[in-house]
């Protein structure tokens, strides 16, 4: 007799969405609330609950965003070429390189330049005048010498500090939104790519040798914006992963895509709280039953809003059999005459 397959990944009527939101929530009472250290970047990216929370809550920016930059094939398997590259991504301001002591009595501006840090970025005094010059315009005078610079204005003592701060947000170098570029060497795959602090797929995408298809971002809505919510799905379902996976707490994969899945499938990511999938419930007493318990049923009365009760909330609530497992099955006895 031949064997039958059982395509049915699941019964009809199972309520995967209590499964998997159990299946998440009760290893998730477990977690810590401790940071990972990435190798060679100097960010403590959050882990565990913060980090879940984050991801479920869609953030617009995550507490600590990291990047991961590809190269194409010729350059991948070049370290100097990818460390070069690197060197030049890492975004660099005046602010960062420089000290600034407001002098309003002489009406100037007095800046110190770290000397060994501009050198080691390649980065001249002489850059930084040049820099600052062409921001001013014909406001005021510049003037260098060794590792200082004095700028002189002839205006009111409350648009010194205004200067000031314009001239700390000068960019010298890099792509603004990147810090702490590190070259990292995948041996699996023998190639090298650059791993930075922060994201901007925008600029990025524009660097010769860059391979866009294989840009990421732990930054969910930067990967929606860029790639489309597809890539948005797979990022939030590798992301969810990554956490339970890194706290010891192993998930099957099919809990967290079916999140992932309501999460994005209006066309665009939404939050499971209140300002998302919760608050958008077609139940009234289901929304009520969440947060903000009065506004949901006051706005449903100025509505004249009907409650279906198809869910499981709303008739828990009113005490009637929930449409899930047995209670999906009617059983209809035609009386004997």
Same mark, same amino acid.
């Given at each position: 007799?031949?064997?039958? #397959?059982?395509?049915?990944?699941?019964?009809?009527?199972?309520?995967?969405?209590?499964?998997?939101?159990?299946?998440?929530?009760?290893?998730?009472?477990?977690?810590?609330?401790?940071?990972?250290?990435?190798?060679?970047?100097?960010?403590?990216?959050?882990?565990?609950?913060? !980090?879940?929370?984050?991801?479920?809550?869609?953030?617009?920016?995550?507490?600590?965003?990291?990047?991961?930059?590809?190269?194409?094939?010729?350059?991948?398997?070049?370290?100097?070429?990818?460390?070069?590259?690197?060197?030049?991504?890492?975004?660099?301001?005046?602010?960062?390189?420089?000290?600034?002591?407001?002098?309003?009595?002489?009406?100037?501006?007095?800046?110190?330049?770290?000397?060994?840090?501009?050198?080691?970025?390649?980065?001249?005094?002489? &850059?930084?005048?040049? #820099?600052?010059?062409?921001?001013?315009?014909?406001?005021?005078?510049? #003037?260098?010498?060794?590792?200082?610079?004095?700028?002189?204005?002839?205006?009111?003592?409350? #648009?010194?500090?205004?200067?000031?701060?314009?001239?700390?947000?000068?960019?010298?170098?890099?792509?603004?939104?990147?810090?702490?570029?590190?070259?990292?060497?995948?041996? !699996?795959?023998?190639?090298?790519?650059?791993?930075?602090?922060?994201? @901007?797929?925008?600029?990025?995408?524009?660097?010769?040798?860059?391979?866009?298809?294989?840009?990421?971002?732990?930054?969910?809505?930067?990967?929606?914006?860029?790639?489309?919510?597809?890539?948005?799905?797979?990022?939030?379902?590798?992301?969810?992963?990554?956490?339970? &996976?890194?706290?010891?707490?192993?998930?099957?994969?099919?809990?967290?895509?079916?999140?992932?899945?309501?999460?994005?499938? !209006?066309?665009?990511?939404?939050?499971?709280?209140?300002?998302?999938?919760?608050?958008?419930?077609?139940?009234?007493?289901?929304?009520?039953?969440?947060?903000?318990?009065?506004?949901?049923?006051? @706005?449903?009365?100025?509505?004249?809003?009907?409650?279906?009760?198809?869910?499981?909330?709303?008739?828990?609530?009113?005490?009637?059999?929930?449409?899930?497992?047995?209670?999906?099955? !009617?059983?209809?006895?035609?009386?004997?005459?």
């Amino acid at each position: 007799m031949p064997r039958i #397959k059982n395509n049915n990944s699941i019964d009809s009527g199972e309520a995967v969405g209590i499964v998997a939101a159990q299946s998440l929530g009760e290893p998730g009472t477990q977690m810590t609330m401790r940071t990972f250290h990435y190798a060679g970047v100097a960010e403590q990216v959050p882990l565990g609950l913060p !980090r879940l929370i984050e991801l479920v809550d869609a953030r617009r920016e995550p507490s600590k965003t990291l990047t991961d930059i590809y190269l194409e094939n010729d350059m991948e398997k070049n370290y100097k070429a990818v460390e070069e590259l690197a060197k030049a991504l890492e975004y660099i301001s005046i602010e960062d390189v420089c000290s600034i002591v407001e002098n309003f009595s002489k009406k100037e501006l007095r800046i110190t330049v770290d000397s060994e840090f501009a050198q080691a970025n390649g980065i001249t005094i002489r &850059d930084i005048a040049k #820099k600052i010059r062409q921001s001013m315009g014909n406001a005021g005078k510049v #003037k260098y010498k060794s590792n200082h610079i004095m700028v002189r204005i002839d205006t009111a003592y409350q #648009k010194l500090r205004r200067l000031s701060m314009k001239i700390k947000a000068i960019p010298l170098k890099g792509i603004r939104g990147l810090s702490k570029a590190t070259v990292i060497n995948d041996e !699996r795959n023998g190639i090298y790519f650059i791993r930075c602090g922060g994201s @901007n797929i925008n600029e990025i995408k524009k660097i010769e040798g860059v391979d866009y298809s294989r840009i990421y971002t732990n930054n969910v809505r930067e990967i929606e914006k860029h790639f489309g919510i597809e890539a948005a799905r797979n990022a939030l379902l590798k992301e969810i992963r990554q956490v339970m &996976d890194l706290q010891g707490l192993p998930v099957d994969a099919r809990h967290i895509m079916l999140i992932a899945d309501a999460m994005c499938m !209006r066309g665009a990511i939404e939050p499971v709280g209140r300002h998302g999938l919760s608050g958008r419930k077609s139940s009234v007493l289901a929304r009520a039953a969440f947060e903000e318990t009065v506004k949901h049923l006051v @706005n449903a009365s100025i509505k004249g809003e009907e409650d279906p009760l198809s869910g499981v909330t709303e008739n828990i609530i009113i005490g009637q059999t929930i449409k899930l497992g047995t209670g999906k099955v !009617r059983l209809v006895m035609k009386e004997m005459e």
